[in-house]
């Protein structure tokens, strides 16, 4: 119809999608306009992994080498998915964009130099070492509140110096202002997302230049705050002609444009005594607090002080997540010589039902461990794992799964008992959001380790954290609506399944 109406695009590490959104006497409807894959490109293999050539000619190219997003890709692919939201719905009046963290692209006068790096690239190690001489981790936890992850954006542009590539770049941005930037012309970076750098003050949530300085990231680079709920830009000329656009009438609007932000915007709590796991490539365990936890033991722990919508803070913990499942799939299809890159589908749901029948004792690993963050073999690595501590690794495919699954439970009710004790907050009930709240097996296995209720629901959490924060700045909710009121929203619009302990 006619009515106003939003359209989200929401790119998760698997797959992208743009969502549009229309609100209706107090309730969200939803409908998926487009969805795309998005799968990475391995340009160079590793010389360590591949034969070099005997020719004798060329260089071994080792600053292009390396794991990239297929951004111009994605970003195609969201074009179309814009045009196709605005023949659903010709009212169209503003897009907002959300992603994976941390990941960025270099620009000097305005063109972008090479294409991002995925995280999962090898090469943050180096980076960590190199940030690390000049700034330890207690320090950096003080300064930035952040979980040490090797691919926050600050080792990863360390790494980036060393090859030179920062002393070309004028500007930097993260992919979701990168979008924003190519669709507007405006270049800003949203705030939730610029928690994930390392690089914002926990304290204020500014850009901390002093850090910058001592790295020698040039401040210049880092573009201007914008929070969620603030005005981007209306689309460009160019852009508007080829998606059928009436230029004035459609804004980027910025949201929690870190996905897992948006996710846990649109996480139904009922009290404020409940955990939420958002469940997808990476399973985010934390509670949703109005201050930082910045105690030593929060370090410790490895807790994250991420920043949420509405100055809320996100205290999580990454432990790992379907990533362990998808690249297992993706294994045994090569091994079966089926390729295919969804990583789920029919095959996910047949090994689903054969895991939920294993009888035998399967061991519960570290899924945590950094050996399973790049590609490759998991159930191999997971074998590794077990067998470097005299325990029987699983042995079918099912088993593997079920080992999988039963990790992951394991190492969600430790993070949620870690959780209580670190922020003195309760959690009674467990919110499970995102694609994994469909796997019920996990769902059940979460319940009985984690020994709490399980709530799970609903799968499109970040689609609907990005569209509710669209609909208050374009008042079709009101703008006095606090994020309780969104997710009031968010009950009435989409129904939840509940797992008892
Ligand atoms: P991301 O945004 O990180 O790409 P999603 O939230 O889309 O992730 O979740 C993807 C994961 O959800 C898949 O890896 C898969 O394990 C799980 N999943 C998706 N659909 C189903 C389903 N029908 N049943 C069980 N699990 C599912
Ligand atoms: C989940 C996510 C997570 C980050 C990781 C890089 O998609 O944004 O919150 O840590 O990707």
Redesign the pocket.
């Known amino acids: 119809g006619g009515g106003p109406a939003l359209a989200a695009v929401d790119l998760?590490?698997t797959s992208g999608r743009v969502v549009v959104g229309r609100l209706e006497s107090g309730r969200l409807t939803m409908e998926q306009v487009a969805r795309f894959p998005n799968t990475p490109v391995q340009f160079t293999e590793r010389r360590s992994t591949e034969r070099r050539s005997t020719e004798g000619h060329g260089t071994e190219g080792e600053g292009t080498e390396g794991l990239h997003w297929n951004i111009q890709a994605l970003y195609g692919a969201v074009e179309e998915g814009l045009g196709a939201a605005l023949r659903s719905a010709p009212g169209l009046c503003s897009v907002g964009i959300d992603s994976?963290?941390?990941d960025y692209a270099l620009l000097r006068g305005g063109r972008m130099l090479g294409v991002p790096y995925h995280?999962r690239d090898a090469r943050s190690a180096r980076g960590v070492e190199l940030v690390h001489a000049v700034a330890d981790g207690a320090e950096l936890f003080a300064r930035n509140g952040l979980q040490h992850?090797d691919?926050n954006t600050v080792f990863q542009l360390a790494a980036e110096r060393e090859s030179g590539f920062l002393d070309l770049a004028d500007r930097l941005l993260l992919l979701p202002d990168l979008l924003a930037y190519w669709l507007t012309g405006w270049a800003r970076t949203e705030a939730t997302n610029a928690s994930?750098t390392g690089l914002l003050s926990v304290a204020d949530r500014t850009w901390d230049t002093e850090l910058m300085e001592r790295l020698g990231y040039p401040p210049g680079l880092f573009a201007d705050l914008v929070d969620p709920g603030e005005r981007i830009g209306p689309l460009t000329a160019g852009v508007a002609g080829r998606i059928g656009a009436d230029r004035d009438r459609v804004q980027v609007t910025a949201v929690g444009s870190?996905?897992?932000a948006s996710a846990v915007a649109a996480v139904p709590f009922e009290t404020p005594d409940a955990a939420y796991i958002?469940s997808?490539?990476?399973s985010?365990v934390g509670l949703e607090l109005d201050a930082p936890v910045l105690t030593a033991q929060a370090r410790a722990a490895n807790f994250t002080n991420e920043g949420g919508v509405d100055g809320r803070v996100r205290f999580l913990r990454?432990v790992s997540g379907l990533w362990l499942l998808s690249e297992s799939v993706r294994t045994w299809r090569d091994a079966d010589r089926r390729p295919g890159t969804d990583g789920g589908g029919a095959d996910l749901q047949e090994l689903l039902d054969e895991a939920e029948k294993v009888e035998r004792e399967v061991p519960v690993f570290d899924a945590a461990d950094e050996r399973f963050v790049p590609p490759g073999d998991m159930p191999a690595r997971i074998r590794d794992w077990c067998e470097e501590r005299g325990v029987r690794p699983p042995g079918s495919r099912a088993e593997v799964v079920r080992s999988i699954l039963e990790s992951l439970a394991a190492a969600y009710a430790r993070t949620i008992d870690t959780a209580e004790e670190l922020s003195g907050r309760k959690a009674r009930t467990v919110h499970v959001v995102g694609g994994g709240s469909q796997n019920a097996l996990l769902c059940r296995l979460t319940a009985r380790r984690t020994g709490r209720r399980v709530v799970a629901g609903p799968v499109e959490a970040t689609a609907i954290g990005n569209l509710l924060v669209q609909a208050r700045a374009a008042g079709l909710v009101s703008p006095e609506a606090t994020l309780e009121d969104l997710r009031t929203i968010v009950r009435a619009s989409f129904p939840v399944t509940v797992y008892e302990p």
Request: aromatic letters at 22%; glycine letters at 12%.
């Open positions: 998760g590490a994976w963290a941390v995280y992850l691919f994930t870190h996905d897992t958002s997808g490539t990476w985010l990454n």
